[in-house]
């Protein structure tokens, strides 16, 4: 049996999100990053808020959308500028990375 490793990412989007639903504010999400369309990556969103998810919080998210951090996995973190087409003034932004892999049984 292969052992499918994904990339994870955790970003603060800061002038909110338009999938999978429209929130305005600044709100934190997770997402796989997986083959096939940028659009059908399994997502979640937390509610607008700047405050960085617990690491409970972020388990709790990648089991909601099928997966686990994988054996010895940990966060790392990168600081990087926001993109030049925003329309406020570039920001320095925090970005969580970590491998995860498919739960067994699916979902939780």
Known sequence: MSKQIFGAQLSLRCCGTTVPERMDGPCWQLYVAMSGLVSEWPT??????????TLDQRRNALAYLGFVLDEGAEWEWE???GPDYHPHPARVLLLGAVKVRPLECGAA
């Not at 979640?44 to 998810?53: D, N, Q, R």
């Open 44 to 53: 979640f969103t937390w509610p607008t808020s700047t405050e960085v998810p």
């Open 79 to 81: 600081e990087c500028t």
